[in-house]
């Protein structure tokens, strides 16, 4: 089992920058593919960013390319998401997901999520 804790959520003004950060624990992580995805309020959750396990791939999706970097420092079991150039339509709840294998876009495919943490960007 992996336990997944995200942190580093907060208000915003549109164009400026956060970091979030994800803690993974319990069984090692290392290999298994991690992922950034998000939910706004009445809406979908959808996938924002991933990282394979391996190579260390990433995964954006459309709206997030050029803006969102993924990285992962597997020493410490950290997944982070650098979000610049913040708009309003990225306000939501950011969850991080973990699954043994390698990546998926869907979030039904991914095993372990953490509670989410939420980042709101004022306009």
Known sequence: ??????SGGGL??????LSLSCAASGRSSSSYSMAWFRQAPGKEREFAAAIS????NTYYADPVKGRFTISR????????????????????VYYCAARNGGFRRRYDEYEHWGRGTQVTVSS
């Open 1 to 6: 089992q992996v336990q997944l804790v995200e």
């Open 12 to 17: 915003v003004q549109a164009g400026g920058s």
């Open 53 to 56: 396990g391996t190579t260390s």
């Open 73 to 92: 420092d597997n020493a410490k079991n950290m997944v982070y998401l650098r979000i610049n150039s913040l708009k309003p339509e990225d306000t939501g």
